[in-house]
């Protein structure tokens, strides 16, 4: 049973950039594997970030699109969101996930427990 | 984006009652929709996907059908652990999207 777990600050300045990793443990990253990034606050709900391949391509929520970026380290079995431009709209708990893909996308399991960020000054 | 909608937004039950969630969706997602249940601090973890495909190790009193635009999650015989919030969400297109969630509360 692959497990997650994510890191980062909890506390990022507006206009600043968020920067979390999720470790994959007791497990590996496959080549056929999918990873996924995921926000929840009490405005928005949950809400889909994007989701990045073993290979290293990455599709991402067209609403976040211009400030995201997520990459995939192999070697160190971890992936990363990067979230640029920072403003208080972006507080909320942020949950990696695998992504098990069925027909095109991908339902998500297991998720990390989350991690809480907060934007303020 | 194709928009979830959810009802009731809270759902008020008792052990051993027989409890259904309803998810439109605001255009077809075929039967790419998955159920998901949160518990207060909790990640949510998925219960069903492909509209009524049980994930493995979810106990059977949780069903999903529907099709198109329209879903239900049933739970039958509700247990005290089954009290949480409820989300559905589709993967038929990008963005992948949540609906707002049904609170499943103890009368």
């Known amino acids: 049973q692959v497990l997650l777990q994510e890191s980062g600050p909890g506390l990022v300045k507006p206009s600043g950039t968020l920067s979390l990793t999720c470790a994959v443990l007791d497990d590996y990253i496959s080549t056929s594997d999918w990873w996924t990034w995921v926000r929840q606050s009490p405005e928005k709900g949950l809400e889909w970030i994007g989701e990045i391949h073993h290979g290293g391509r990455a599709n991402y929520n067209p609403s976040l699109k211009s400030r995201v970026t997520m990459s995939i380290n192999k070697s160190r079995n971890e992936f990363s969101l990067t979230l640029y431009s920072l403003n208080v709209a972006d507080t909320a708990m942020y949950y990696c996930a695998r992504a098990v893909v069925d027909g095109v996308w991908s339902w998500f399991h297991p998720w990390g427990q989350g991690i809480l960020v907060t934007v303020s000054s | 984006d194709i928009q979830m909608t959810q009802s009731p937004s809270t759902l008020s039950a008792s052990v051993g009652d027989t409890v259904t969630i309803t998810c439109r969706a605001s255009?077809?997602?075929?039967?790419?929709l998955a159920w998901y249940q949160q518990k207060p601090g909790k990640a949510p973890n998925v219960l069903i996907h492909r509209a009524s495909n049980l994930k493995s190790g979810v106990p059977s009193r949780f069903s999903g059908s529907g099709s198109g635009t329209e879903f239900t999650l049933t739970i039958s015989g509700l247990q005290p652990e089954d009290f949480a919030i409820y989300y559905c969400?589709?993967?038929?297109?990008?963005?992948?999207?949540f609906g707002g969630g049904t609170r499943v509360e103890i009368k």
């Open positions: 255009q077809s997602v075929n039967s790419w």
């Open positions: 969400k589709q993967y038929e297109s990008s963005p992948l999207t």
